[in-house]
Every structure is written in structure tokens, then in C-alpha cells.
């Protein structure tokens, strides 16, 4: 499928910039649906299923971070939050609520396609390499590449799309020490609003999702000065060999 044909929905209280988007980016032959209030989004997303939803967060009945939080609770669904805010602390709650990236108004038409096809991009490499995957099974712990299903301690967790990218990746490549440039590179494939400390706050949302106690992490484990690591297999190739 060609990153041209993916399906994107607009959702912007103002009139004027979702039609503006909208003519934009189905001349680049994107398949476009728009909305301008979050009730009419949830209908229009239940019915489109779009690949990617373009987010303001000011809306006249909710705040984007609420559609953001209810769009991934089901599917994997990327988002590109657009909006007027610029405050470090919203855009931290916007990569927490499940934002894959971050831009701010006054925008510019072609930046914007930039970081569509950036994310589009990595919808369509990732599960070329999960095909020839096998499910990733570290006890507690398992990762299922073509379902992209987490199960933890037994149960079922839901991650978004970029939080499971992010886990897979560092999975599927045990007991190495991944910088946050490396991390973004490999995973991002752009660096989200020109800062890597996003790196930090999707791994701290991955731990709360499938640590016991994400403040003493088992599975992902922070290299003090360099990044990241996934070293629970080893681990628990140490305590069998200890039996």
C-alpha cells in the first residue's frame, strides 16, 4: 500500500484550518475525513478507521488529550497533535495521553506533510520486520508482533501504537544499550519536536504499564548518561542456570 492512499482525519474546531489541512493533503492523494468537535470525530473514527488522526486539543466539547486517550483504547491509531499550545508541560501531556507527535500553530503546509509521511513511514516498515518475527516470550512477559498484544503477568495491557514500537524494538534486541538518539532514529524515524527526552516519556509510560514497580524496572533499565537497555532475559537465563 503507498503512504499516499493511508486514511487521515482532521479534527480542528476551526473551520478554516481543518478544510484548509483537508484540500491540502488529499492533493498529495491522502484519504480525508474532517470534524471540527470531538462527538463528531468519535463517529466519523468508529466509521473511517483511519491510519492517522491530525488533533487539535482545544475543541468546543472536550480536549484533545481526552479523543487522543479514547482513540488508542482500541486500536493502534497514530496521532499528530496540531494545535495553538506551545507549553512544554502540554506537549508532555500530549505524549503521554498517546501522541505519536507534536506541532504547534502557526504551522507550515509542508512540515506538516513531512511528519505525516514520517509516521506513516513507520506503520509500513514495522510489521515487515514483525512478519518473520515469532512472539516474544520472557516469562512474565510476551509480546505478540502480528497482533500487537502485550500480555503481563497474564493479562492483557494496552499499549499505544508508538509504545509498543518502542518496547518491540528494545525486545527484540535484548541486553544492548540504546541511546535516545539511537532509540528515535530506529523507532521515530524523525525526531518528534526536535526533542529526544520524548524517548523518556514513553519509556516512563511503558514501565507503568508492565513493571510491578516501575520505579524499580526489571524488563527496560535506564544506563545512567546513555539510555536504555531490555536486559530481562538474561537475567533470567542467570537465575535458571543459578537452579
Same mark, same amino acid.
Given at each position: ?23 491540502f493533503l488529499r ?12 462527538? /463528531?470525530?468519535?463517529? #466519523? ?6 491510519? *492517522?488522526?491530525? @488533533?487539535?486539543?482545544? $475543541?468546543?466539547?472536550? %480536549? ?82 502480528? /497482533?500487537?498484544?502485550? #500480555? ?6 494496552? *499499549?499505544?501504537? @508508538?509504545?509498543?514500537? $518502542?518496547?518491540?524494538? %528494545? ?45 524499580r524496572p526489571k ?25
Open positions: 500500500m503507498e503512504t499516499t492512499s493511508a486514511k487521515i482525519l482532521v479534527v480542528d474546531d476551526d473551520v478554516h484550518i481543518a478544510n484548509l489541512i483537508s484540500r492533493q498529495k492523494k491522502y484519504q480525508i475525513e474532517s470534524a471540527n468537535d470531538g462527538q /463528531t470525530a468519535i463517529e #466519523i473514527f468508529k466509521k473511517f478507521q483511519p491510519d *492517522l488522526v491530525i @488533533l487539535d486539543i482545544n $475543541l468546543p466539547d472536550t %480536549l484533545g488529550y481526552n479523543l487522543c486517550a479514547e482513540m488508542q483504547k482500541n486500536s493502534d491509531v497514530f496521532i499528530l497533535m496540531l494545535t495553538s499550545r506551545t507549553d512544554l508541560e502540554d506537549k508532555k501531556k500530549g505524549f503521554l495521553t498517546g501522541a505519536d507527535d507534536y506541532l504547534t500553530k502557526p504551522f507550515d503546509l509542508e512540515e506538516l506533510e513531512f511528519r505525516v509521511q514520517a509516521i506513516l513511514r513507520r506503520r509500513r516498515n514495522i510489521p515487515v520486520r514483525q512478519a518473520k518475527s515469532e512472539v516474544l516470550d520472557f516469562g512474565q512477559l510476551s509480546i505478540n508482533p502480528v /497482533t500487537r498484544e502485550v #500480555i503481563v503477568r497474564g493479562e492483557s495491557v494496552v *499499549l499505544t501504537a @508508538l509504545e509498543f514500537d $518502542l518496547l518491540y524494538f %528494545l525486545a527484540s534486541n535484548p541486553n544492548r544499550v540504546w541511546t535516545r538518539e539511537e532509540l528515535v532514529a530506529q523507532v521515530w524515524q524523525s525526531t518528534p519536536m526536535g526533542d529526544n527526552r520524548v524517548v523518556d516519556v514513553h519509556i516512563g509510560q511503558i514501565r507503568r504499564k508492565i513493571e510491578e514497580d516501575p520505579s524488563f527496560i533499565t535506564t544506563i545512567r548518561g546513555v539510555g536504555y537497555k531490555f536486559d530481562y532475559p538474561k537475567k533470567q537465563e542467570d537465575n535458571t542456570s543459578a537452579g
